[in-house]
């Protein structure tokens, strides 16, 4: 028996074939005829089955006898769901209704995410919702948005990135983050193509790149803008597309005019050589995309950034045309779709907006309730966890798919708050640290083991498969959240725990919403490998390309926003003279709960490491692989030194993926974009010793 689904990680959801192999265990095949992916999968893909039948596995719900100090003792799930639903109803009596808090995740099916939303707005009736894909894209969403009028991450298949003449990638190491995709990259270079890469690092991604521009973290902005002075300066503007396609072009000219490119090269730490030829290798193609990822976004100013390389793209007539435009790499496995369906703050499903009252009344219709009753916006990911256990914060907190502990901004400082929480429920798979933190854990089925749609970076929507009966005792997200509600007295609005029908459900929430699903099926998705939003009915096809005729704003033109270069909110001084910046290795998802439990993954990357130039660790009297501890002004993590020539030498990488005191997390700046609320991962001050 061979089932075709998904991976159960990143944005790719490489398609994969699961086979019952001997002693009942899932085995992966490839799956070639699969559209994106073609057959390609990353060590995580293939190794993804060994967490099934996982020794560490949770099989049946645990609660914290005997106080704060107790123990996590087995229990049954009538128990966990009757102390779940109780500490629910008491923090509430006394401290009202906001005083509950949810956190989701991008890695929850859309089903999942519609109903955790739902859940929390008709059954708990809080405003306060938020999720881990704040931390992650939430930057490029929100300029997406201010620029096109819509966020699809990418707004055409990947099949165009081999076909486009020019490609600029700014803050993105796909060769670790998301392998299957370089054969897209690698197929656009072998037919004469140009890719230019800016990070900090020569990552593996650079050092396959035509041209690699070793950017200052946080410089984002200034790089951009200086790129777009050179090619203003220089005739390669597309004045026909700006005036027939876009607003707002002028404000942007007069800022970019104080970009000269040795202020720029000041800056940035280019050479103003390579910003001229980055510049005409873009301009002068005649196809040519400008795509981000999170170097640019996990900013303090990571929207502005991300309007600052939009800008270019428009500038240079390199958007909402065939085989161009700007796209921004979503990241966990359903990144795209869980930023869609209501687990956001300020949001309702179908990318529908709470704040908006005739949002608020399509949705409240298709629930059933009334509009009034639903709450308004709440915290954002961050802000959520700093006010917990505060006076007006919430004292009670629902984790699905989250482990914040290792993954949230300041982790130190979080950890305290959960621990001032009355109350901390977490569903998950094992038992992960903010899982170790909580007073009730609820064991779930894997991937393997459901059913329900993911949207991948794309905005493809594709189908999970269930490929074996989850172990007894494990119950699915749904279920949890349908049992819940009903104990809460909402059971009438949570009618059923099916994926199936509760996609129907979703379906009419998004109709007519931004991210319209109105016309997607599950038997479409099968037929068609994957439908790509928007879809408003049966009869009409998918959209794998927008904005080829106008763009989602009401007048159907792009919008330029004129940025400024800022600094990031933390620079290096004498105390901290470096600088930080985090992220990811190849063989290691996010915070780890995952990948740390598998064999060939832990072995191949068995510890946290700080990637460091040789010469700048000689100063400090550093040799490759001595103890080191990174000081920043949130705490001090320690990790072991990793001689690395081509980062550069004002700059420490620290990949985020371990827990205890070598996490990244310990280190980074929490200071927050205005906008996007997006926490600053990615630039801050440090020091480092030896030991
Ligand atoms: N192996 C693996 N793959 C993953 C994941 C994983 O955890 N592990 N997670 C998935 C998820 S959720 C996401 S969001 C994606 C993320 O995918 P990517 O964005 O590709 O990953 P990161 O490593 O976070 O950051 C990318 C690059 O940004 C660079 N960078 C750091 N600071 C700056 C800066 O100031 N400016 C610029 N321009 N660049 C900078 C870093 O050096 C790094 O190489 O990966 C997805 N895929
Ligand atoms: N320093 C630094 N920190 C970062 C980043 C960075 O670049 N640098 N990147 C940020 C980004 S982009 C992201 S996306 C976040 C991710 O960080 P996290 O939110 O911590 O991501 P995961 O490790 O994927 O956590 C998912 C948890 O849910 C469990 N799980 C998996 N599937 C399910 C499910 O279907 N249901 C339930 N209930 N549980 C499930 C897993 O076992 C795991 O414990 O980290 C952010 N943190
Ligand atoms: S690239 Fe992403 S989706 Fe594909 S196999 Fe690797 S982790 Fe899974
Ligand atoms: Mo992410």
């Known amino acids: 028996m061979s089932t075709p689904t998904h991976c159960p990680y990143c944005a790719m959801q490489c398609g994969m074939n699961l086979v019952a192999g001997g002693g009942g265990l899932l085995t992966v095949a490839p799956r070639p005829d699969f559209p994106t992916n073609k057959g390609g999968l990353c060590q995580k893909g293939w190794t993804s089955t060994e967490l099934l039948s996982h020794p560490d596995r949770l099989t049946t719900p645990l609660m914290r006898l005997g106080g704060k100090g107790g123990t996590l003792r087995p229990v049954s799930w009538d128990e966990a769901l009757d102390r779940v639903a109780y500490e629910i109803t008491a923090v509430q009596t006394q401290h009202g209704r906001d005083a509950v808090g949810v956190f989701g995740g991008g890695g929850l099916t859309n089903e999942k995410a519609y109903l955790l939303g739902k859940f929390a707005r008709v059954a708990l009736r809080t405003p306060h919702i938020d999720y881990n894909g704040r931390f992650c894209m939430a930057s490029e969403a929100a300029a997406g948005i201010k620029a096109f009028g819509v966020d699809r991450g990418l707004p055409f298949p990947l099949e165009d990135i081999a076909a486009t003449e020019a490609i600029l990638l700014i803050g993105g190491n ?116 400008v795509l981000t990822a999170r170097g640019a976004g996990q900013q303090s100013k990571g929207v502005d950034n991300t309007l600052a390389f939009i800008n270019l793209a428009l500038a240079l007539g390199k958007a909402g045309r065939p085989r161009c435009g700007y796209g921004c790499i979503t990241g966990q496995g359903n990144g795209q779709g869980g930023r869609e369906h209501g687990q956001k703050a300020d949001q309702l499903p179908g990318y529908r907006k709470i704040a908006d009252p005739q949002h608020r009344a399509h949705v409240a219709a298709v629930w059933g309730v009334n509009p009034d009753d639903l709450p308004g916006p709440g915290r954002s990911a961050y802000e959520l966890l700093d006010s917990l ?23 130190g400082h979080v950890e305290q708050r959960l621990d001032a929480l009355d109350f901390l429920a977490v569903a998950d798979i094992f038992l992960s640290e903010t899982a170790q933190r909580a007073d009730v854990v609820l064991p779930i089925t894997q991937w393997a083991e459901e059913e329900g749609t993911m949207t991948n970076l794309e905005g493809r929507v594709l189908r999970r498969r269930r490929a074996q009966a989850p172990p007894p005792g494990v119950w699915s997200d749904t279920q949890i959240l349908t049992a819940l509600a009903g104990r809460l007295g909402a059971g009438r609005l949570f009618p059923s725990s099916e994926p199936r029908v509760i996609f129907d459900e979703l379906r009419l929430a998004s109709a007519g919403g931004a991210a319209d699903y109105a016309g997607i099926t599950y038997e479409r998705i099968e037929s068609e490998d994957g439908v790509f939003w928007p879809c408003p009915s049966e009869d009409r096809p998918g959209t794998p390309r927008l904005f080829l005729d106008r763009f989602a704003t009401e007048d159907g033109r792009a919008t330029f926003h004129p940025v400024h270069h800022r600094s990031a909110a933390e620079e290096p001084d004498d105390e901290y003279p470096l600088y930080l910046t985090t992220g990811r290795v190849m063989n290691h998802y996010q915070s780890g709960a995952q990948t740390r439990r598998v064999k060939a993954l832990r072995d191949a990357v068995p510890e946290a490491y700080v990637e460091i130039h040789p010469a700048l660790a000689r100063r400090f009297g550093i040799a490759d692989g001595d103890p080191v501890t990174l000081t920043t002004r949130r705490g001090s993590a320690q990790v072991l030194a990793r001689f690395t020539p081509t980062i550069r030498q004002d700059t420490l990488f620290v990949p985020f993926h371990w827990a205890g005191v070598a996490r990244a997390n310990l280190l980074t700046n929490p200071a927050l974009d205005p906008t996007s609320r997006m926490p600053e991962f990615k630039v801050c001050a440090v020091r480092v010793e030896k030991g």
Do not use: C
Not at 191 to 199: K, M, N, S, Y
Not at 395 to 402: D, I, K, N
């Open 389 to 411: 256990g505060t006076d007006g914060g919430a004292r009670a907190l629902l984790v699905f798919a989250s482990n914040l502990v290792v993954s949230a901004p300041r982790a």
């Open 174 to 289: 796909p060769a670790e983050t998301m392998p299957p995709i370089m054969q897209y990259f690698d197929r656009q270079r072998q037919t004469g193509g140009a890719l230019i890469v800016a990070d900090p690092r020569k990552t593996a991604t650079a050092q396959a790149a035509t041209l690699h521009l070793q950017l200052t973290p946080g410089t984002d902005a200034a790089l951009a803008n200086g790129l777009l002075h050179i090619a203003a300066s220089d005739g390669l503007l597309d004045h026909d597309f700006i005036t027939a396609r876009t607003n707002g072009y002028e404000a942007v000219r007069r800022i970019v005019a104080s970009y000269w490119p040795d202020r720029v090269e000041r800056i940035t730490g280019v050479p103003t050589a390579q910003l001229t030829k980055a510049a005409h290798l873009l301009g002068e193609a005649a196809t040519g995309m």
